[in-house]
């Protein structure tokens, strides 16, 4: 099955610091999502992204298709952006997901 | 409602008893997924109903392990005889048609502990 990878597995930033954080993915994907799973264990839907590159607020996103990653970009950090980030791909066989482990991201005030 | 809801929210439960965990999709969803996020491991696809079409139960962990969605809206996943390793969150998801190429919006989960 498709193999996703995200990069750095935590990351510690102080408020107002800006972030990158990485997902690789083994197979092509024709679907690409990015989620914050907030302290209480909701997952919200941050893009929906296959590729090109998208920016809602303070967050934007590039997936790189052709080259197998998507970027999430996290600017001027506040402490309520803590949580944990996922990206998720659909299989290529179906439309489940497959999920990265995840990025812990902690903003300190 | 305007987003994915599931019940009950938490539910503690003793080894080998039955629990049942609900979830009402968007509505208008006709795509609906069920996954299990357990601590210290990542999101897991368990099953996913698409329509009327006949589900997609490669998933589920054991036949100790089931689910239905009745009349093409509400979904329950069932566990029987349940085990310590079956707590976790399980987390409901539904897309407008399914297939891959479309948003999955997820429900708040339901938090088991099995004692």
């Known amino acids: 099955g498709i193999q996703v990878e995200q990069s750095p597995p935590d990351l510690i930033l102080q408020e107002g610091a800006n972030s990158t954080l990485r997902c690789n993915f083994s197979?092509?994907?024709?679907?690409l999502q990015w989620f914050h799973q907030n302290p209480w264990g909701q997952l919200i839907n941050l893009f929906y992204?296959?590729?090109g590159t998208k920016q809602n607020g303070r967050l934007s996103a590039t997936t790189v298709a052709t080259e197998r990653y998507s970027l999430l970009y996290i600017s001027s950090s506040q402490t309520t952006d803590s949580g944990v980030y996922f990206c998720?791909?659909?299989?290529?066989?179906?439309?489940?997901?497959?999920f990265g482990e995840g990025t812990q991201l902690t903003v300190n005030p | 409602g305007a987003g994915v809801s599931q019940s009950p929210s938490n539910k503690v439960t003793e080894k080998g008893k039955d629990v049942e965990l609900r979830c009402d999709p968007i509505?208008?969803?006709?795509?609906l997924y069920w996954y299990r996020q357990s601590l210290g491991q990542g999101l897991e696809f368990l099953i996913y109903?698409?329509?009327?079409?006949?589900?997609?139960k490669s998933g589920l962990p054991s036949d100790r392990f089931s689910a239905e969605r009745t009349g093409g809206s509400v979904s329950t996943l069932t566990i029987q005889r349940t085990q310590q390793e079956d707590s976790a969150v399980y987390l409901c998801?539904?897309?407008?048609?399914?297939?891959?190429?479309?948003?999955?919006?997820f429900g708040p989960g339901t938090r088991l502990l099995v004692l």
């Open positions: 992204i296959p590729s």
């Open positions: 197979d092509s994907v024709n679907n």
């Open positions: 998720a791909v659909p299989r290529t066989s179906g439309s489940r997901l497959t």
């Open positions: 509505s208008g969803h006709t795509a």
């Open positions: 998801a539904s897309s407008h048609q399914g297939g891959g190429q479309e948003t999955q919006y």
């Open positions: 109903f698409q329509g009327n079409s006949a589900p997609d």
